[in-house]
């Protein structure tokens, strides 16, 4: 899910540097997103990095960046939901 809208993102998707939400526009790759920004650490990350990301909101190239779960969509990855409409479809082909 977008940190600033809400739209969900898949389970298995890991944004690319420049990603951006379909929706709002914001960027993902972005520390706000990051399952190891923590307000408080230093530098608000968990993780051991060379220097302060300013703007937290804005993309970064930061190697460590991982979505945190709580952006994600739980148990929903992109294969499955490809997987429930091609049964969706199927079954409504045949009546069922």
Not at 49 to 57: A, H
Request: glycine letters at 6%; charged letters at 35%; a negative charge.
């Amino acid at each position: 899910m977008c940190y600033k809208c809400g739209s969900y993102l898949a389970y298995d998707y890991r944004p690319g540097f420049n990603d951006t939400c379909d929706i709002c526009g914001k960027d993902l790759h972005a520390c706000l997103m990051c399952r190891f920004y923590t307000p408080g650490a230093h530098w608000d990350c968990r993780e051991t990095i060379e220097e302060l990301v300013q703007d937290k909101e804005k993309r970064n190239h930061c190697e460590f960046f991982m979505v945190s779960e709580k952006y994600l969509e739980k148990g929903e990855t992109a294969d499955s939901k490809q997987d429930d409409d091609a049964k969706r479809r199927f079954n409504a082909l045949f009546g069922e």
